[in-house]
């Protein structure tokens, strides 16, 4: 593909067909569950994007990912991105202390890649194939719990104490 990998990014966006900002989300993953989905991943897997600030998040990741393999793996071109351009990607996301929400966030939009680089090849009959997923699940796995989560405990200690204090 020629081009920045801006517009890279922007065309496999534009021409992928992933964006659906007509169509009914709930739809699309009744229709998913119906052709046997079992589980989000897999809901995942089978829908588009439905909504413009799911499509702006996921699109910054796409170019993190895009201007990161560019600059530590010499990619010249999207639609040859592999699994192992995305491994380095999220290892180095995890060395610089992403926070636990973030990680998943991108792994969600690196596997809405995949399926974007699959709906343009096969668009395109370029006849190349993408499989992310393996490879986010498989970091994740290996080096996601090392990240950090947010305290769902966050109530205060002595909750008698901080009205008296207020009052």
């Known amino acids: ?33 119906a052709e046997g989905a079992r589980n989000s991943a897999e809901i995942a897997e089978k829908t588009a994007i439905y909504s413009y600030q799911t499509a702006e998040s996921y699109k910054d990741v796409w170019h993190q990912v895009a201007d990161f393999a560019k600059e530590n ?20 996301r995890i060395s610089e202390g992403v926070a636990a929400s973030t990680f998943a966030k991108e792994c969600a939009a690196i596997n809405k890649l995949e399926n974007a680089l699959s709906a343009y090849a096969e668009m395109r009959v370029s006849g ?40």
């Open 128 to 167: 190349r194939e993408y499989n992310f997923r393996e490879v986010t699940h498989q970091v994740k796995i290996e080096q996601g719990k090392s990240l950090e989560r947010a305290d769902l405990h966050r109530a205060y200690t002595n909750a008698h104490n901080v009205v008296e204090d207020s009052a």
């Open 73 to 92: 793996c010499g990619l010249k071109d999207i639609e040859k991105l592999s699994p192992d351009n995305v491994k380095v990607y999220l290892e180095s």
């Open 1 to 33: 593909m020629r081009g920045g990998m801006g517009a890279q990014v922007t065309a496999i966006f534009n021409k992928s067909g992933i964006f659906k900002p007509k169509e009914s989300k709930h739809e699309a993953k009744a229709e998913a569950r």
